[in-house]
């Protein structure tokens, strides 16, 4: 692995640790704020845990694509481009951290950094499509589908970020109404974006356990493909729900954003159980983490189809079931692919048995907690919405009464999500210092 790689990937790591322990932080700052509020009140912490989690996502998609790209793509890469992005990137992320530090906020919804920092992660991002686009368009013939997922998702990221900022012409923000549901569209087609890259890398590890080439080829998987693509465009349409907009708009990306993860569930199973028992054994960890996001994308599935349900979503829109729908995919599916390619990547299958006990260890007990977590904030939600809605109550402090001690519980099953990841992130960095190239 390449210096500046290392960097990069290590930085994706150390970003996983910063978000479980800022949303820790964020989680007693909620529920002791008179204790909090003299260091770092809830307001602070939660842009920070919710700013981590995003770059660990975005950095983690690209560390993967950016170092499966070196056999995928025939084109000799720029590493100048390369090393441009990566330091620019990382660079800006940190000033973004440390204005949080300093209160100093400005920017809209997950982006709350001063704006004019959003320039310098666009010239990063056009970088990071030079580094990319370069080898891409030198390479000959037929690209397997996942090259396809990773460069659309990179694409539309640009398109979804410029999206994001667009409130910055004083046009947009005329109308409040334009300006959130622009905010909102392009929140929701940004997830898009990167599930496209994350998705293209979860298609890669599955053609490169099961040595299966036609895995990423022929009609089924190009109808993935295009379902992923209108999941991009169209399933934005749930982010929008508090804008006025027509049934059909809802009722269209509802379905569109369902078929997607039905969709993603075959693959997984088809490859599943095709796969020879010898191949999965060469993997294990890999194939753990990537199965596991199988049984997440299940249970957020059901979890979204309840919430469609209009009767139902009276009662759990802007509750934490939100919350248990966003974490819940943002951990469950992102961060176990995210994990699956690193594990690849680092050849975590092939260390000392030490090394894949501690990864296995905490691997369940991310999952058990995981599972603890997301059923308390669940919990959490339908106490607030029934208290809201069915019992008409108006005082906050009377509504979230009986829904402290469900918050209280997500807490505490939040550490086991903590102590995991960041062991899992440690051992990994660990492996990426020393890792050498065969
Ligand atoms: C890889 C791990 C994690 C990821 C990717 C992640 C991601 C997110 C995201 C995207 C949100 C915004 C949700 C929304 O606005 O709907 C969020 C909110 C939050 N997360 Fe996490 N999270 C992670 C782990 C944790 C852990 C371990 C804890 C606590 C122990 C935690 C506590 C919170 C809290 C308190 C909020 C704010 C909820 C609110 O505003 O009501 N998160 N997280």
């Known amino acids: 692995m390449q210096k500046h790689l290392r960097l990069y990937f290590i930085t994706a790591l150390l970003l996983l640790s910063a978000t479980v322990l800022f949303g820790m932080l964020a989680s007693w700052a909620f529920l002791y704020p008179e204790t909090y509020n003299q260091y770092m009140p809830f307001y602070q912490l939660r842009p920070f845990h919710v700013s981590a989690a995003l770059f660990w996502i975005i950095s983690g998609a690209t560390s993967c694509i950016l170092l499966f790209k070196k056999e995928s793509l025939a084109g000799s890469s720029s590493v100048v481009l390369e090393q441009l992005f990566i330091y620019t990137w990382i660079g800006t992320i940190i000033a973004i951290f440390v204005c949080y530090g300093l209160k100093k ?175 999965k054994l060469k993997h294990l960890i890999t194939y753990r983490f990537l199965i596991a996001s199988e049984f997440w994308v299940f249970v957020n599935l059901l979890l979204t189809l309840a919430m469609s349900v209009p009767a139902i979503n009276r009662y759990t829109h802007g509750t934490h079931i939100t919350v248990a729908h966003s974490m819940g995919a943002t951990i469950g599916i992102n961060t176990m692919i995210l994990l699956a390619g690193f594990s690849y990547i680092l ?58 001690p469900a918050l209280k519980a997500f807490s505490i099953a939040g550490i086991g999500v903590v102590i995991s990841l960041v062991i899992i992130s440690v051992v990994y960095i660990r492996q990426a210092i020393r890792f050498k190239e065969a």
């Open 347 to 404: 050849e975590i299958d092939q260390k000392s048995e030490r090394i894949r006990k501690t990864i296995i260890a905490n691997f369940w007990l991310c999952q058990v907690s995981l599972v603890a977590f997301w059923i308390t904030l669940i919990a959490a939600g339908i106490i607030k919405g029934y208290r809201t809605t069915a019992l008409n109550l108006t005082s906050f402090q009377e509504i979230m009464m009986p829904v402290m």
């Open 105 to 279: 906020f400005g920017g809209r919804e997950y982006w709350e950094f001063p704006p004019v920092l959003g320039l310098p992660l666009l010239v990063s991002w056009l970088l990071l499509m030079g580094a990319y686009f370069i080898p891409l368009l030198k390479t000959k013939g037929n690209k397997p589908m996942y090259v396809w997922m990773w460069t659309t998702g990179m694409f539309f990221f640009l398109v979804t970020f410029i999206e994001q900022n667009l409130w910055l012409v004083p046009w947009f923000r005329q109308s409040y109404l334009r300006e959130l549901t622009i905010q909102w569209k392009a929140n929701g087609a940004t997830v898009g974006a990167w599930n496209q890259m994350i998705y293209g890398t979860s298609l890669y590890l599955m053609v490169k356990i099961s040595g299966d080439v036609t895995k990423a080829q022929g009609k089924t998987v190009f109808f993935f493909y295009m379902l992923g693509l209108s999941n991009l465009m169209f399933n934005w349409g749930h982010h929008i729900y508090n804008a006025p907009s027509a049934s059909w708009i809802r009722d269209t990306s509802y379905i569109i954003s369902m078929t997607e993860w039905l969709f993603l569930i075959r693959m997984l199973q088809g490859f599943r159980s095709t796969l020879e028992e010898g191949r």
